[in-house]
């Protein structure tokens, strides 16, 4: 079959499948976000309009929000489908390293498709080209290789029949996945080959669940049995196995209380009685407690990042770690007893039948929970003025569906969603980006799970840095007709980055609005509402707790009815948080601990510790 390098391309992505959670086939690469120019605009942008209706192409407006979008999307489907992203040479290309970075801190699939120079370099340079000096096949491209998980530029049509294997490999392997990057020359995307018919045959591509080995299991089993205060810790790797009602019933069969990492929130049902909360800095602080008092802590499907083990201050000193992962890379970590194996199929192989928990252990989980939800009950307890960001996830919160989807990434929101939501029902339907913390993942990537997530509404919350920083994918959303809710919560600044900053002896410089400025002048102040709104967006505006409630509840109507995206813009409170009791080491000069109003006990330090 003779094709261009390009054609091939996209035959290959039709002809890829992939079984869901739910063992429906479905295609693995269900559409291409573009941005085109002339790096791809002949090559590749000629062969996906020749098959337009086998593979949608969505426009993006900026090639950072649209790759973050197919982030987003991978995310939505648990990894069962991959999202491809396409832009021209130079800065287009360089504009999806963030996202690229956003993958693989969060262990998502990612195919991202950049034009390249020329191959055969005889009009070089050409536009957008940076010439190295020293080396004549380096290209701006190469600046994805610290960011990807399988990287090829193809220099002759006929390497793509033994790289797209490897592109299947690296995007649906449970321990290895992350971006892909094939940069794509533009005279190589024109060229031709004889392809084989074979490379284009369906394939159904299946997750593969390792087993561990029998004698990590035994170990694990062994050091299980011995415990008397064990917590299960429940992350992301759980999600993308479908090891949630597995883990919940190996919990219940051994009387152990769960907690779950960022990205494990809302598997577990927020009133099951062995659910003590979610861990860490964002976390909640009775899962903190149980941690420090632990004895024996099974952490399966993370990577166990700072915030989730507050820089490693959680857990008690003499506390043995017991991890469960795909990935060796990260079962290893800090010494622990590693099993290396799918959630799904080696959490039911730890403990021996018999076996069980001390039971005041096991009733520690909800007494310290119900201590916790009364702490956020009070803080979503309506006042007047304008409301928390603890009161607006409230809202949030209680008008939404069991299956709704809800979001954020960056700033203060994370620890206000992770540590205040109630989920029922034990569905993963949370979207917290706080492997990378991308400001303006909130916009984008909400783009890609509205288009992703199989049956309720998205819901994204963001302040408004996050909103400055990347918000044309509204409009992408707005015009491809995908609705979504966005909450745009504006605080006049970089709230949360002061309170660490003045928290930790800084002055206040450079982070809320009146910071910024030397003449002491009033800012000027940008009109979210109208903005919102030039881009396509119905929008709602609220300025106290009352007005808000109203507010989401209109915008939610709005975007299902009109098929796009609603803003809710609201006035918030720019220095009242929720308090997980949980320590976060950051670089702080000695100077600064000697400044008028540092306090080292607060705001982020253990405030368990008065408990142990």
């Given at each position: 079959m003779k094709l261009t390098t390009a054609q091939a391309l996209v035959a290959w992505l039709i002809a890829q499948r992939s079984e869901t959670l739910d063992g429906r086939e479905v295609p693995?690469?269900?559409?291409?976000?573009?941005?085109?120019?002339?790096?791809?605009?002949?090559?590749?942008?000629?062969?996906?309009?020749?098959?337009?209706?086998?593979?949608?192409?969505?426009?993006?407006?900026?090639?950072?929000?649209?790759a973050l979008a197919a982030v987003g999307y991978a995310k939505a489907t648990h990894r069962r489908q991959v999202g491809v992203a396409t832009s021209s040479i130079g800065p287009g290309a360089l504009n999806m390293v963030t996202a690229a970075g956003v993958a693989h801190a969060n262990r998502l699939p990612l195919l991202l498709l950049p034009g390249d120079t020329f191959t055969g370099r005889a009009p070089d340079p050409v536009l957008q080209q940076v010439e190295n000096f020293g080396d004549a096949t380096a290209t701006v491209n190469d600046a994805f290789r610290a960011v990807s998980r399988y990287f090829d530029r193809i220099t002759r049509p006929e390497q793509l029949i033994a790289t797209l294997p490897q592109v299947a490999r690296v995007l649906t392997d449970p321990a290895e996945t992350g971006p892909v990057i094939l940069a794509l020359p533009q005279d190589v995307q024109a060229e031709t080959?004889?392809?084989?018919?074979?490379?284009?045959?369906?394939?159904?591509?299946?997750?593969p669940r390792p087993r561990a080995d029998i004698h990590e299991v035994a170990a694990a089993a062994q050091a299980l049995a011995s415990s008397r205060r064990p917590l299960l810790v429940l992350g992301g790797g759980v999600r993308y196995s479908g090891a949630a009602a597995i883990a919940v019933e190996f919990a219940e069969r051994h009387g152990i209380p769960m907690t779950e990492t960022t990205a494990g929130r809302t598997l577990v049902s927020h009133d099951h009685p062995l659910y003590a909360g979610p861990l860490g800095i964002t976390g909640s602080e009775s899962a903190n407690i149980l941690a420090a008092e632990a004895d024996t802590v099974l952490a399966v499907g993370t990577r166990l990042q700072d915030f989730t083990t507050a820089s490693w201050s959680l857990f008690g000193p003499d506390v043995r770690l017991i991890t469960v992962n795909t990935a060796r890379f990260d079962a290893v970590k800090h010494g622990a007893l590693a099993v290396v194996g799918d959630a799904a199929a080696t959490v039911p192989e730890l403990a021996p039948a018999q076996w069980r928990a001390d039971p005041e252990w096991t009733r520690r989980a909800a007494e310290l929970r119900g201590t916790w939800d009364a702490y956020i009950d009070e803080l979503r307890a309506a006042t007047t003025g304008s409301p928390t960001y603890a009161q607006v996830v409230g809202v949030v919160n209680e008008l939404s569906a069991a299956n709704d989807y809800v979001m954020t990434a960056s700033g203060g929101l994370p620890g206000e969603l992770i540590g205040g939501w109630r989920?029922?029902?034990?569905?993963?339907?949370?979207?917290?980006?706080?492997?990378?913390?991308?400001?303006?993942?909130?916009?984008?990537?909400?783009?890609?799970?509205?288009?992703?997530?199989?049956?309720?509404?998205?819901?994204?919350?963001?302040?408004?840095?996050?909103?400055?920083?990347?918000?044309?994918?509204?409009?992408?959303?707005?015009?491809?007709?995908?609705?979504?809710?966005?909450?745009?919560?504006?605080?006049?600044?970089?709230?949360?980055?002061?309170?660490?900053?003045?928290?930790?002896?800084?002055?206040?410089?450079?982070?809320?609005?009146?910071?910024?400025?030397?003449?002491?002048?009033?800012?000027?102040?940008?009109?979210?509402?109208?903005?919102?709104?030039?881009?396509?967006?119905?929008?709602?505006?609220?300025?106290?707790?009352?007005?808000?409630?109203?507010?989401?509840?209109?915008?939610?109507?709005?975007?299902?009815?009109?098929?796009?995206?609603a803003v809710v813009v609201v006035r918030t409170a720019p220095a009242a948080w929720t308090e997980s009791g949980a320590w976060w080491e950051v670089g702080v000069p000695q100077h600064l601990s000697g400044r008028a109003g540092y306090d080292a006990t607060k705001p982020l330090q253990l405030r368990y510790l008065r408990h142990r």
């Open positions: 693995m690469f269900p559409a291409v976000f573009a941005i085109f120019g002339h790096g791809n605009v002949l090559g590749l942008g000629t062969a996906l309009q020749e098959r337009r209706t086998e593979i949608p192409v969505w426009r993006g407006h900026t090639e950072e929000g649209m080959f004889d392809y084989p018919d074979a490379l284009f045959e369906p394939v159904l591509h299946r997750i989920a029922y029902g034990g569905a993963p339907t949370m979207d917290v980006e706080y492997g990378f913390s991308c400001m303006g993942y909130e916009l984008a990537g909400a783009w890609g799970a509205a288009m992703a997530h199989d049956g309720g509404l998205v819901t994204t919350m963001l302040g408004d840095g996050s909103y400055l920083m990347l918000n044309s994918e509204l409009f992408s959303a707005a015009f491809a007709g995908h609705p979504f809710v966005a909450v745009v919560c504006d605080n006049d600044g970089y709230a949360v980055i002061a309170r660490l900053q003045e928290s930790q002896g800084g002055a206040p410089f450079n982070n809320f609005y009146p910071d910024c400025r030397t003449n002491h002048t009033a800012p000027p102040r940008v009109d979210f509402a109208a903005h919102a709104r030039a881009l396509g967006c119905s929008v709602f505006s609220a300025h106290d707790l009352d007005g808000f409630r109203d507010a989401y509840a209109g915008a939610r109507a709005a975007a299902i009815t009109e098929s796009r995206p």
